[in-house]
């Protein structure tokens, strides 16, 4: 079982940044693929973005791409997703969720999911 763990959401005026982390508890990211998800208040959890267990090869929305970079440390055990040009539709819960190796857009792609972060971006 892998146990997900998500940090660094909070609260930024439009324009601003944030960087989202993603950590395994108790064991580390580096053999697993990991995507980001967000879920807003009334509408269904959204794909945002993924990698692959080594880096190689990375995904994104069309909605945050060119705004939005993911990225990982396999030697720390951690997936972080640097989000700039913050929108305030950007807001909602951040969720990472991992399988090992690959994985792909869908969220049933993967089998393990954090509780989530909030990102809330004010006008």
């Known amino acids: 079982q892998v146990q997900l763990v998500e940090s660094g959401g909070g609260l930024v005026q439009a324009g601003g940044t944030l960087r989202v982390s993603c950590a395994a508890s108790?064991?580390?990211?580096?053999?697993?693929?990991v995507g980001w998800f967000r879920q807003a208040p009334g509408k269904e959890r959204a794909f945002v973005a993924r990698?692959?267990?080594?880096?190689?090869?990375?995904n994104y929305a069309d909605s945050v791409k060119g705004r939005f970079t993911i990225s990982r440390d396999n030697a720390k055990g951690m997936v972080y997703l640097q989000m700039n040009s913050l929108k305030p539709e950007d807001t909602a819960v951040y969720y990472c969720a991992a399988r090992i190796l690959y994985s792909g857009a869908s969220a049933a792609s993967y089998d393990y999911w954090g509780q989530g972060t909030q990102v809330t971006v004010s006008t």
């Open positions: 990698i692959n267990w080594d880096g190689a090869g990375t």
């Open positions: 108790g064991r580390s990211l580096s053999n697993y693929a």
